[in-house]
């Protein structure tokens, strides 16, 4: 059974930061693509921040800067340091894992962790 849980939400003021967490397990965790989405009430879900399995990170432009994707494969886990938060920055945040096999793709999703940034 695969699962994916995040942890490390909360409320933060403004300027604040956070690191949250995402440990995998029921994965070969080292072989899939990370990454960290976000979903503000009355809006889609958007991508923040993807780390491949070899280690290549990539930002939406509005976190550039100020969120950094890192993973450790020895504790199956995805991390996503926010600093210099901004109240836009409110959302769940959800981990996801991804990978192709056979031209098929495997992709999985965590439950969402809270944040909130006050001003």
């Known amino acids: 059974q695969v699962q994916l849980v995040e942890s490390g939400g909360g409320l933060v003021q403004a300027g604040g930061s956070l690191r949250l967490s995402c440990e995998a397990s029921?994965?070969?965790?080292?072989?899939?693509?990370m990454g960290w989405f976000r979903q503000a009430p009355g809006k889609e879900r958007e991508l923040v921040a993807i780390i491949t399995s070899g280690g290549r990170a990539n930002y939406a432009d509005p976190v550039k800067g100020r969120f950094t994707i890192s993973r450790d494969n020895t504790k199956n886990t995805v991390y996503l340091q926010m600093d210099s938060l901004k109240p836009e920055d409110t959302a769940v945040y959800y981990c996801?894992?991804?990978?192709?096999?056979?031209?098929?793709?495997?992709?999985?999703w965590g439950q969402g962790t809270q944040v909130t940034v006050s001003s």
């Open positions: 029921g994965i070969t965790f080292s072989v899939h693509d």
């Open positions: 996801k894992a991804e990978h192709q096999r056979r031209f098929k793709s495997y992709i999985y």
